[in-house]
T-cell receptor, first 112, second 114 residues
């Protein structure tokens, strides 16, 4: 079992729709959860981070964390073509200090 | 100030050669990380520095890989006897080093081993 699992996609959504990106992790003691966006040929950039169970909203983005189910998601409302990228889920395990484990990433395509 | 910088942006070498990849972190960031990203994969952790010391080098694949950060700022990733399987984008990131925080990535070095 991979430490961080994501569906590689591609996930295609029409412009203006809600994109839902999902991630599961294997270490129940994981502490911190991040969503990075990576455009093709570019380096990752942080979109959201979440530490506590529940929802965290920032503009069009909402991160959701359910530690009991070991599940973290990212919702993108009013999706735009510029949101087309690969979204990487990343986790810091308990006792892992700054060591971040990334998932494979989900490729999102927003269709105009 | 400026973001994380990495040099060279591209490196082509022959199998068996030695290469050095450089990372210049954001000024004031005490934590520095190296990752390797192959096509279609997420970044794979290699090593993490807190100041001058390697706090976690568990991701280095074998003893051909070594990294230093002698003055707590610039870091160099060194790969000996390169193999074709070492071809990847090598990413460097830095952070304040105060907790479970955002890491800022550099543009990466694309290494190609022929």
């Amino acid at each position: 079992q991979k430490e961080v699992e994501q569906n590689s996609g591609p996930l295609s959504v029409p412009e203006g729709a809600i994109a839902s990106l999902n991630c599961t992790y294997s270490d129940r003691g994981s502490q911190s959860f991040f969503w990075y966006r990576q455009y093709s040929g570019k380096s990752p950039e942080l979109i959201m981070f979440i530490y506590s169970n529940g929802d965290k909203e920032d503009g069009r983005f909402t991160a959701q964390l359910n530690k009991a189910s070991q599940y973290v998601s990212l919702l993108i409302r009013d999706s735009q073509p510029s949101d087309s990228a690969t979204y990487l889920c990343a986790v810091i395990r308990a006792g892992g200090y700054q060591k971040v484990t990334f998932g494979i990433g989900t490729k999102l395509q927003v269709i105009p | 100030g400026a973001g994380v910088s990495q040099t060279p942006s591209n490196k082509v070498t022959e199998k068996g050669k030695y290469v050095e990849l450089r990372c210049d972190p954001i000024s004031g960031h005490t934590a520095l990380y190296w990752y390797r990203q192959s096509l279609g994969q997420g970044p794979e952790f290699l090593i993490y520095f807190q100041g001058t010391g390697a706090a976690d080098d568990s991701g280095l694949p074998n003893d051909r890989f070594f990294a230093v950060r002698p003055e707590g700022s610039v870091s160099t990733l060194k790969i000996q006897r390169t193999e074709r399987g070492d071809s990847a984008v090598y990413l460097c990131a830095s952070s304040h080093g105060t907790g479970y925080e955002e890491q800022f990535f550099g543009p990466g070095t694309r290494l190609t081993v022929l």
